[in-house]
């Protein structure tokens, strides 16, 4: 049995989770303290672009299209 893989969550367990974000969300707001802003998108640089537009992916030595399967 491998021990670095968490077991699977039941549904209560998912279910008491929600709860308990939504809860702790409530509040915060209640407190008026600011929502978390979003995290910004990733900037891919240009030489980190695919042909077609898409990210780049190192695999191995060479890079190939995180959108596809064609090379880079």
């Known amino acids: 049995m491998r021990r670095d893989i968490p077991p699977a969550q039941s549904a209560e367990q998912l279910r008491r989770k929600r709860v308990r974000d939504d809860y702790a969300r409530a509040l915060q707001q209640l407190r008026g303290a600011p929502e978390a802003p979003a ?6 640089p240009p030489g ?3 042909t077609c537009g898409g990210p780049l992916m190192l695999m ?3 890079y190939i299209c995180e959108l596809g399967t064609h090379d880079g």
């Open 60 to 62: 191995g030595r060479r």
């Open 48 to 50: 980190e672009r695919c």
């Open 39 to 44: 995290p910004a998108p990733r900037v891919i």
